[in-house]
């Protein structure tokens, strides 16, 4: 179930400013702090672009995405050419090349 965060609209109480809730994809955001019931917005959170991407998607954006296939081994399922599929945390050759997907800025 995906967790959502919300932050209150006024004051904050003991549990902080933002807390956040896992509910159902269906479930009604809250209006209301489960711990001191006063106002509270849902926030959009990062987690949400994790649901809509692919890893087409994330590979267009730089993004490396490792899927865990066995103990110690990881499918780079976002992986350019040249790269390998699939790293093995033993195996440093395999390691993704993260730092080419970073420029300085020219
Ligand atoms: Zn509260």
Same mark, same amino acid.
């Given at each position: ?20 809730? /896992? ?29 809509? =991407?692919?890893?087409? #998607? ?5 993004? /490396? ?5 066995? =103990? ?10 040249? #790269?390998? =599929? ?7 050759? /395999? ?7 970073? /420029?300085?800025?020219?």
């Amino acid at each position: 179930m995906p967790l959502y965060e919300y932050e209150h609209t006024g004051k904050p109480c003991k549990k902080g400013k933002t807390f956040e809730v /896992t509910q159902d994809f269906e479930d009604d955001a809250l209006e209301k702090c489960p711990h001191c019931g006063r106002k509270v917005v849902r926030l959009i959170s990062g987690a949400s672009i994790q649901f809509t =991407k692919g890893p087409a #998607e994330l590979k267009n954006m730089g993004f /490396t995405k490792l899927v865990r296939r066995d =103990k110690g081994v990881y499918e780079n399922v976002t992986a350019q050419d040249g #790269e390998s =599929k699939v790293w093995e945390q033993d195996k440093p050759e /395999t390691m993704p090349d993260f730092k080419s997907r970073f /420029t300085d800025g020219d």
